[in-house]
């Protein structure tokens, strides 16, 4: 099962609480459905959810290169130039991002966002349609901004195949899978599958000495310990 979610501004991309923040929980009403990726708390738009492990791991990891289509208000009247280099990537604290496709849009015909952005006098805003293959943290907005045009609302609306279009803001449909995003589930799988049961053992960490005489060291990372999930209603 695959859920498309119009992901509202201000919400976060989890089931569990985080202070009085919106979560998933006010917007999706099924129970055991987990976001394939993330989408930040000020960012809107298209968030995909399923209760399948194996299509939750392709779609988020950057290995099978989903494309994922943004459409950006920035502030200024952006420039050819500006496009350009988005385009062929920018150098940031973390390394040069990859080549990007991008284009100069008319304002989307796109539901009104609550609060609205912020506008200043005599400073015009303009869209571009921006679409990466990686996901470095906070990303757009750091292209963006890089190339002088501060991001002032960011939209996803597409990853891969799957568009936003047509869904009501803080709405969801129930989707199949591609027949290729379902191909390369099954090749997944049947990989996973052929892997030796040695590999999946454990191993000290780097840096970490085995206990002798066959002890198990029975300390926990926090990485693995167990955390809830809250069913959502409407």
């Not at 539901?111 to 609205?116: E, G, K």
């Not at 349609?129 to 890089?146: C, D, F, S, Y």
Request: aromatic share 6%; net charge positive.
């Amino acid at each position: 099962m695959l859920l498309l979610l119009n992901k509202p501004f201000q919400v976060l991309s989890q089931f569990t609480h985080d202070g009085d923040k919106d979560t998933l929980a006010s917007y999706v009403d099924i129970a055991d459905v987990y976001p394939a990726g993330r989408l930040d708390y000020d960012s809107e738009g298209l968030l995909l959810l399923t209760d399948h492990g194996p299509l939750q791991h392709l779609i988020a990891s950057p290995k099978f290169k989903m494309p994922k289509t943004y459409w950006v208000q920035v502030e200024g009247d952006i420039t050819a130039e500006a496009i350009d280099q988005l385009s062929k990537g920018v150098e940031l604290k973390d390394g040069l991002t990859k080549p990007a496709k991008c284009q100069r849009i008319e304002a989307p015909n796109i539901w009104r966002r609550t609060p609205p952005i912020r506008e200043r006098a005599n400073i015009p805003t303009s869209w571009i349609e921006l679409q990466i293959t990686e996901g470095k943290n906070r990303q757009v907005r750091r292209m963006t901004a890089h190339v002088g045009f501060p991001t002032l609302r960011l939209i996803r609306a597409a990853i891969g195949p799957y568009s936003v279009e047509n869904i009501p803001v803080g709405t969801y449909e129930t989707v199949e899978p591609t027949e290729t995003l379902a191909a390369q589930v099954k090749e997944f799988e049947r990989e996973k599958a052929r892997k030796p049961a040695s590999s999946h053992r454990r191993r000290p960490h780097s840096g970490q000495r085995p206990l002798p005489n066959g002890q198990r060291n029975t300390r926990r990372s926090d990485r693995s310990q167990p955390t809830s999930r809250t069913r959502g209603k409407r």
